[in-house]
């Protein structure tokens, strides 16, 4: 018969194991505002929960967070209270739909906008403390390309690229792309074709994207897929629920559905990139074991 003491060892060891496994981090931008990347986050996130993954979605769009408002959440804390030492990051998690865990932002806190670099990167160390198990991370960056969405596309190791049928859209997207490649050393993009109005608009998109940077730039984009414009989804916003809950059977929750499954296919990153990320000390760890592993 085993001891309780050894079954208590046993399982904190399996728990300490499961938190050892590398987190998928996908951040989602999109070079300008008004092109869905909130929505396509969150949905997005909602979607991969419902295939049995374990999220965490985090609003970095610090100073204008409008997360916990698309879903319906009442934080009672925030990042600000992170940043000023009067919370962690483990007591202001929300739990969200589809067990999500959302961390939210500050709304109309210009002090969150105008982070240091040393605060992002502890912003960022944080996350390597927390004790939950979690399979994908994903980060909801603002609009444009400052500081702080530099800093966290660097420390994901996905960056997701939304795009719509606007010519800034295309021009902005180029110009982070550029930002993140030429002096951040980002070479790999997903992009997402956004609000089209037919699965050709949305190829054809990101081969106005993809003729510019391969004539410009040293970067691989790859086509991560199409959302429709879908009248669905604005009811969801206003039911302040995900269109992946609220319509299941509406076309964009179809897309989100499968955008879902294909990310789940990504191929985890088996090494750090060389920049600051977050959970790093997990894929650290993880790339050890393979390396003991091969060796036997």
């Given at each position: 018969?085993?001891?309780?003491?050894i079954q208590f060892?046993?399982a904190?060891?399996l728990?300490?194991l499961?938190?050892?496994?590398p987190v998928?981090?996908?951040?989602?931008?999109?070079?300008?505002?008004?092109?869905g990347k909130?929505?396509?986050s969150?949905?997005?996130?909602?979607?991969m929960?419902?295939?049995?993954?374990?999220?965490?979605?985090?609003?970095a769009?610090?100073?204008m967070?409008?997360i916990d408002?698309?879903l319906?959440?009442?934080p009672?804390q925030?990042?600000?209270?992170?940043i000023?030492?009067?919370?962690t990051?483990?007591?202001?998690?929300?739990p969200?739909?589809r067990?999500?865990q959302v961390?939210p932002?500050?709304?109309?806190?210009?002090?969150?906008?105008q982070?240091?670099?040393?605060?992002?990167?502890?912003?960022i160390r944080?996350?390597?403390?927390?004790?939950n198990?979690?399979d994908?991370?994903m980060?909801?960056?603002a609009a444009?390309?400052n500081?702080s969405?530099v800093?966290f596309?660097?420390?994901?190791q996905?960056?997701?690229?939304?795009?719509?049928?606007?010519?800034?859209?295309?021009t902005?997207?180029?110009?982070?792309?550029?930002?993140?490649?030429r002096?951040?050393?980002?070479r790999?993009f997903?992009?997402?074709s956004?609000?089209?109005?037919?699965?050709?608009?949305?190829?054809h998109?990101?081969?106005?994207?993809?003729?510019?940077?391969?004539?410009f730039?040293d970067?691989?984009?790859?086509y991560?897929?199409?959302?429709?414009?879908?009248?669905y989804?604005?009811?969801?916003v206003?039911?302040?629920?995900?269109v992946?809950?609220?319509f299941?059977?509406?076309?964009?929750?179809?897309?989100f559905k499968?955008?879902?499954?294909?990310?789940?296919k990504?191929?985890?990153p088996?090494n750090?990139?060389?920049?600051l990320e977050?959970?790093?000390?997990?894929?650290?760890h993880?790339?050890?074991q393979?390396?003991?592993?091969a060796s036997?």
């Amino acid at each position: 018969m085993i001891s309780p003491e050894i079954q208590f060892d046993q399982a904190s060891g399996l728990r300490a194991l499961k938190r050892t496994k590398p987190v998928r981090v996908i951040a989602v931008t999109g070079g300008k505002g008004g092109v869905g990347k909130t929505n396509v986050s969150v949905n997005l996130a909602i979607a991969m929960s419902a295939i049995g993954k374990r999220v965490m979605l985090l609003d970095a769009d610090l100073g204008m967070a409008n997360i916990d408002v698309l879903l319906g959440l009442h934080p009672k804390q925030n990042l600000s209270h992170v940043i000023e030492g009067s919370s962690t990051l483990e007591e202001i998690l929300l739990p969200g739909p589809r067990g999500i865990q959302v961390v939210p932002a500050a709304s109309g806190a210009q002090m969150m906008s105008q982070l240091t670099e040393a605060q992002h990167i502890g912003l960022i160390r944080a996350f390597s403390e927390l004790n939950n198990n979690v399979d994908v991370l994903m980060v909801d960056t603002a609009a444009g390309a400052n500081s702080s969405v530099v800093s966290f596309c660097k420390a994901a190791q996905e960056v997701l690229v939304v795009v719509c049928d606007e010519p800034a859209s295309i021009t902005d997207a180029y110009a982070l792309i550029k930002l993140l490649s030429r002096d951040h050393g980002i070479r790999r993009f997903h992009v997402l074709s956004n609000m089209t109005s037919s699965v050709q608009e949305g190829r054809h998109l990101f081969e106005k994207l993809v003729k510019v940077t391969n004539r410009f730039l040293d970067v691989t984009l790859s086509y991560f897929g199409v959302l429709p414009f879908d009248e669905y989804l604005r009811k969801a916003v206003q039911k302040q629920k995900s269109v992946v809950d609220a319509f299941p059977r509406s076309r964009s929750a179809i897309a989100f559905k499968n955008l879902a499954q294909k990310a789940d296919k990504w191929p985890m990153p088996s090494n750090a990139n060389g920049h600051l990320e977050f959970f790093v000390e997990r894929l650290i760890h993880a790339s050890s074991q393979l390396d003991v592993e091969a060796s036997l």
